[in-house]
């Protein structure tokens, strides 16, 4: 993807609205800079009419070192011999016209060409994005808040590239918490399993003006059932090759769309609210996923409205599930109102206890340690983690005539769905 360069927004609104969805744009060489050292897929950098002739210069040189397989595209109010001159002499590129808006787009078509020759000279293998996957077996947990605010934080601000698919196919409301109306979504994939590409998928994103690129589900529910296995797991492998992050916010059942996405995922976020049915839920899916061998050992726990006024605590809800709480989110009038007005808390109010504690959980996936802040203020003197609910009887001693097959070791099986 192509990264444009330029601080004034009015002279980058025509440029972006002929440079390719999804598109980064950043105000300065120092974001400019921080986000290629983090990719090393960005065709072409557009240098925008605002900056000044010696600072476009400047970064110009600058890119043939930081990134050479990447065309500087240096866009002018007027170009004179000077400006040309001074251009070639650092590296650029072309140099285009403000008012010649087909021209940029020439351009960035030459720029892609010349890029993928170049790469596919490159012996060193792509790395491919992570897959995180939100899940929860009973609805209305706020998993599609959770999705959005997460996809969000592991931005870091635009460092890294996210996406997020909305694969509750039925009844998904990613495209109405960010206040987006896309014109395509995932259904509009339905029947290209085996001509899919990046370029075709892109065409079916919409992007959000935080950076953050979503996939839409269906506008119709019957489309679910003509979403193969196949088609989400073509569309995942073609996702991680061009995103950092993409995050799933999946339905609140085990059918094969979220089976097979689960079968891609590689960190799982379990979500779950303090009453006793979600918790019941979430106990039978975990064994589920024991079953599967889903994301072992890359298991989160989020607990979404953790008040513990309701009569049950973190602590409980371990012993409960027998597995740790990795962040809490407590109840909050802010997020309501948040997604409400179409702009997620993350946005709107970054250091808000909520963006907060998911920033910390933005940071566990990313390999950051920091330690999550708790939703409710820790008392002192800890209560031990309760024992689970379920009475455990004692063993009883063996006898020759019998055998516990438990003693062979747990047997685990992976189902193939594919």
Not at 113 to 129: H, I, M
Not at 223 to 248: K, N, W
């Amino acid at each position: 993807m192509p990264i444009l360069l330029d601080a004034d927004p009015a002279k980058a609104a025509p440029l972006v609205a002929v440079l390719p969805a999804g598109t980064q744009v950043v105000d300065s060489a120092d974001r400019l800079f921080t986000w290629l050292t983090h990719r090393s897929d960005e065709y072409a950098v557009v240098l925008g009419p605002s900056l000044s002739v010696p600072e476009a210069m400047t970064i110009a040189d600058r890119m043939r070192t930081v990134l050479p397989t990447a065309s500087v595209i240096l866009v002018r109010d007027s170009v004179d011999t000077d400006v040309l001159t001074r251009a070639m002499h650092a590296g650029v590129r072309e140099v285009v016209s403000a008012g010649d808006l087909p021209q940029v787009t020439a351009s960035l078509q030459r720029a892609h060409a010349l890029w993928a020759a170049l790469r596919g000279t490159a012996s060193a293998p792509a790395k491919l994005g992570r897959v995180i996957t939100i899940f929860s077996p009973k609805g209305g947990v706020g998993k599609t808040t959770m999705s959005v605010n997460l996809g969000i934080a592991l931005m870091r601000g635009g460092e890294n590239r996210v996406c997020v698919v909305d694969l509750d196919l039925a009844f998904g409301d990613i495209a109405i918490t960010l206040q987006l109306f896309p014109t395509h979504s995932i259904e509009h994939a339905i029947g290209g399993e085996s001509s899919m590409d990046y370029a075709f998928v892109e065409e079916l994103m919409t992007p959000h003006e935080s950076g953050l690129m979503v996939l839409a589900a269906p506008s119709q529910p019957d489309a679910r059932e003509r979403v193969s296995g196949a088609l989400v797991t073509r569309l995942l492998h073609t996702l991680q090759s061009h995103f950092d992050y993409v995050v799933l916010d999946t339905a609140p059942a085990f059918d094969e769309q979220t089976l097979t996405a689960l079968d891609e995922t590689d960190d799982c976020i379990i979500v779950a609210t303090l009453d006793v049915p979600t918790l019941k839920n979430v106990k039978v899916a975990l064994e589920t996923l024991d079953v599967l061998g889903v994301a072992e050992g890359h298991r989160h726990l989020l607990l979404n409205r953790a008040d513990e006024q309701v009569g049950i605590g973190a602590d409980k809800v371990e012993g409960i599930l027998g597995m740790g709480v990795t962040v809490q989110v407590a109840t909050s009038l802010d997020i309501a109102k948040a997604t409400n007005a179409g702009r997620p808390l993350m946005l709107s109010s970054p250091s808000h206890p909520s963006s907060k504690a998911l920033k910390s959980l933005a940071d566990k996936l990313m390999g950051y340690e920091t330690a999550p802040p708790a939703a409710v203020p820790p008392q002192k003197g800890r209560t031990p983690r309760l024992p689970r609910p379920e009475p455990i009887p004692a063993p009883q001693p063996a006898t020759p005539a019998t055998t516990d097959k438990r003693d062979e070791g747990p047997k685990r099986f992976r189902i193939s769905r594919r």
